[in-house]
């Protein structure tokens, strides 16, 4: 399985981004997605995850502001990022579980190199 996330960037505060991940290597439409986040000098933490029927879930801190969807058909996952904050300065990774939700983090079996995001205030 290789996940590969793109879109990541540069952007003020209060701009918005779209990161990508697709998949491949994996019969992805069973599987559940996630996309977490490490900031420097904290520990890997959850941002948003969705499952095979599209059930999604939220870090609080990211609810209304956020969105996590799937293309199925092109094995791709996407976080909308808007009304970005300083503190969402992290590197951004796509995690997969062939084995439920992606969530707890200890589900997630395979991720991706990371996609860095930096919010400037």
């Known amino acids: 399985v290789q996940l590969v996330e793109s879109g990541g960037g540069l952007v003020q505060a209060g701009g918005s981004l779209r990161l990508s991940c697709v998949a491949s290597?994996?019969?992805?439409?069973?599987?559940?997605m996630g996309w977490y986040r490490q900031a420097p000098g904290k520990q890997r933490e959850l941002v948003a995850t969705i499952t095979s029927s599209a059930s999604r879930n939220y870090a609080e801190s990211v609810k209304g502001r956020f969105t996590i969807s799937r293309d199925d058909a092109k094995n791709w996952v996407y976080l909308q990022m808007n009304s970005l904050k300083s503190e969402n300065t992290a590197v951004y990774y796509c995690?997969?579980?062939?084995?439920?939700?992606?969530?707890?983090?200890?589900?997630?079996?395979?991720w991706g190199q990371g996609t860095p995001v930096t919010v400037s205030s």
């Open positions: 290597g994996t019969i992805f439409r069973f599987n559940g």
């Open positions: 995690g997969d579980s062939r084995v439920g939700p992606a969530t707890p983090q200890s589900r997630v079996e395979y």
